[in-house]
């Protein structure tokens, strides 16, 4: 069971450039998420996602885009990065169902954008 | 809309001792769930401690417990006997209704052990 897994680690990137930040579960989970969290701060939630094909924005989509084609995968794509993006970005996923769900946080991802 | 708040951005706290780490939160909805994250410094998001807007009692994990006074909004984060391990950024988060996936933090309180 590897949870949830990120890649890349660390990217850079150059003002205006797209990319596109990968995050996959392995624990069957409905529920999945994007944040970032910038130096000394908490944590914002981006965009999220409810199932396979549902996702809804959440404190900061804008400049991002997002799309969930499979339960296991939910990529998080940047259309043309700017400084104000560099922060650290945690993918998570939890269970479905009402009551406690815990949320498992992928490792990170640090991007730099110049 | 939720708001968490976290009002002390860093503690200092010395070593065995208890410490309590404040949050207060406002949501309209009915049911919530209030969630403790621990963050060292390595990055890693761990979680500690969940309590339900519907659940009577606090909600205990080992050393952490979280002390939910509903009618003040405030799900405060008790740690008893403080390690040096302990030191760490920690986070207060809501979910908002049935919604799992949805889940909003607060700023953070730096949490500094001295031995």
């Known amino acids: 069971n590897a949870g949830v897994t990120q890649t890349p680690k660390f990217q850079v990137l150059k003002t205006g450039q797209s990319m596109t930040l990968q995050c996959a579960q392995d624990?069957?989970?409905?529920?999945m998420s994007w944040y970032r969290q910038d130096p000394g701060m908490g944590l914002r939630l981006i965009h999220y996602?409810?199932?396979?094909?549902?996702?809804d924005q959440g404190e900061v989509p804008n400049g991002y885009n997002v799309s969930r084609s499979t339960t296991e995968d939910f990529p998080l794509r940047l259309l043309s990065a700017a400084p104000s993006q560099t922060s650290v970005y945690f993918c998570a996923s939890s269970g479905s169902g009402g009551g406690f769900n815990e949320q498992f946080f992928g490792p990170g991802t640090r991007l730099t954008v110049l | 809309a939720q708001k968490i708040t976290q009002t002390q951005p860093g503690m200092f706290v010395q070593e065995k001792e208890a410490v309590t780490l404040d949050c207060t939160y406002d949501?309209?909805?009915?049911?919530?769930?209030l969630f403790w994250y621990k963050q060292p410094s390595s990055g890693e998001m761990i979680f500690l401690i969940y309590?339900?807007?519907?659940?009577?009692q606090n909600a205990t994990e080992g050393r952490y417990s979280l002390n939910f006074q509903k009618a003040r909004k405030s799900a405060n984060l008790v740690i008893s006997a403080s390690q040096l391990g302990d030191s760490a950024m920690y986070f207060c988060?809501?979910?908002?209704?049935?919604?799992?996936?949805?889940?909003?933090f607060g700023s953070g309180t730096r949490l500094s052990i001295r031995p």
């Open positions: 949501t309209s909805d009915q049911s919530y769930g």
């Open positions: 309590q339900g807007s519907y659940d009577e």
């Open positions: 988060a809501m979910r908002e209704g049935q919604w799992a996936s949805k889940i909003i």
């Open positions: 624990m069957n989970h409905e529920y």
């Open positions: 996602s409810v199932g396979a094909g549902i996702t």
